[in-house]
């Protein structure tokens, strides 16, 4: 069962930093390209700016689904750190209980509004492609985040108490998962 987390956490964080380097890069190139056209030779695409902020949209969303991987999201510790370690521990684990339920949330209903969008025939309006399928980036982008979420329950668990909260609960977390 271990190997099987193994390969998934190599697979999710694969395809999340994929997903956002492509998605920047070639939304910046696109948009480039497409002033270049615009004011070098007067045209352009007229489906670039909607591709670039689709494109934008999905780096942003893998960015941030892998950022719970690294723990750089930002952490406010300034109450937890006066907590006893074990009072502390256990509000970590709860905060990460929360922000899993509330990705899952967000899953199951981004999977809602896109069943709602295909249902209505939402078109997109430059790229005439339906509205659905570049808002497919909701439920994939944030069922990867609620699994990295999750999973920061069991590396918390895990960490001895006096040493979740030093200087910020990510640094901890980040170090313990560097050394393995």
């Known amino acids: 069962m271990q190997r099987f987390f193994e390969i998934l956490d190599v697979g999710i964080a694969s ?3 994929t997903i956002a380097v492509l998605g920047i890069a070639a939304g910046t190139l696109l948009a480039f390209v497409n002033v270049v056209m615009r004011y070098v030779f ?9 591709m670039v902020n689709y494109l934008f ?22 109450l937890i750190e006066k907590f006893p370690p074990q ?49 497919v980036v909701l439920p994939v982008a944030f069922l990867g ?18 040493k979740v909260i030093i200087n910020a609960e990510a640094e901890t977390i980040h170090d313990s998962v560097d050394k393995k």
Do not use: C
Not at 66 to 77: L, M, Q
Not at 99 to 124: A, C, N
């Open 15 to 17: 395809v999340n930093k």
């Open 42 to 50: 007067n045209s352009g695409f007229a489906w670039a700016g909607e």
């Open 57 to 78: 949209i999905w780096s942003a969303f893998f960015a941030a689904a892998y950022g719970f991987k690294r723990g750089i999201h930002i952490s406010v510790t300034i």
């Open 87 to 135: 009072v502390a521990k256990a509000y970590v684990i709860f905060s990460h209980i929360l922000t899993t339920t509330f990705l899952l949330f967000i899953v199951v209903y981004g999977v809602q509004y896109l069943m709602v969008m295909h249902e209505l025939d939402f078109m997109s309006v430059d790229l005439g492609v339906p509205q659905w399928i570049p808002m």
């Open 145 to 162: 985040a609620s699994y990295r979420a999750g999973e920061k329950i069991f590396e918390v668990a895990k960490t001895p108490a006096d």
